[in-house]
């Protein structure tokens, strides 16, 4: 077992489990093994947006034009996971031009963070019927205005049937989230903890996140949390990381919370 390094902020940790304590209200911890560590974020994979993707650098649309459907690609039936040519295909259908040009990801750029595709639940009146359409809800936060949005695309149509907006609501995090905490951290003065432990562990710096396995889980304020700055956390997307060296041990960074909407990084006070 590797000895536990004390004298810095983010103590590394030798187990696979750590226990939760202070003034944050944690939404579905658990932090997972080893193998596992990587892994977080949508059933769809990584925060990869292929629908902002698709719309950057094309230009304005020109008046009047309709741009032609995607294409179908590889389809499931009833009740099928959904196959990554739909899943394309949701997400650029979902992603309309105005909100791909007012919306905002995780890092700034242009367009919503995409965060999962999941296939939808049937109708009640559908329940029994071996033919009714498949449909996808897709997910985005937008950091614009700190909006989830929520889309329910009918895969048979090619057509969005239901779209919904909510505020202070905060779904588990995508590995391009995680990894944009990791990297705002290490670029903070509060990160100095962290970096001492990963050189302890390993012999190397770290100045990137792709040097750590990261698992992380939304922070939600209570009254009377200090600091201050973290008063928004839950209106705001924040994160409490669970960073762990690549075949090696988790660093506990506990008591750094990333507010991503503010791109700011605290500590939380003790006592």
Known sequence: MREIVR??????????AIAV????????????GTAGAN????????????????????????????????AEGGKGTGRDPLTGDEIQRVEKIAV?????????????????QRLSVDLADPEAD?????????????TFYDYKNDTLVTKT???????????????????????????????????DPLGAGLKADYKDATGKELTSPDQ??????????????????????????????FPKVKNGPWIDARSLIVDLSARKVAKLDRG
């Open 212 to 241: 750590l396995l990261l698992n992380g889980a939304v922070y939600r304020a209570t009254p009377g949390a200090r600091p201050a700055v973290l008063d928004k956390c839950g209106e705001h997307r924040c994160v409490r990381l």
């Open 21 to 32: 304590a202070g003034t944050a209200v944690m939404v579905g911890i658990t932090l997972p």
């Open 96 to 112: 309309n031009r105005q909100l791909l040009n007012t919306g905002e990801d995780v890092d700034g750029s242009r367009g919503p």
């Open 39 to 70: 892994e977080s974020g949508g059933s769809s994979g990584d925060g990869t947006q292929a629908a902002q993707q698709s719309g950057r650098g094309t230009g304005a649309a020109r008046p009047g034009v309709v741009e032609r459907a995607p």
């Open 7 to 16: 004298r810095h902020l983010g103590k590394v940790v030798a187990g696979t």
């Open 153 to 187: 695309v009918n895969l048979d149509t090619g057509k969005v049937e239901q779209t919904g907006t909510q505020h202070g609501v905060q779904p588990p995090l995508s590995r391009a989230e995680n990894a944009e905490a990791a990297k705002l951290l290490i670029a």
């Open 126 to 138: 559908e329940l029994d019927d071996p033919n009714a359409p498949r449909r996808a809800d897709v």
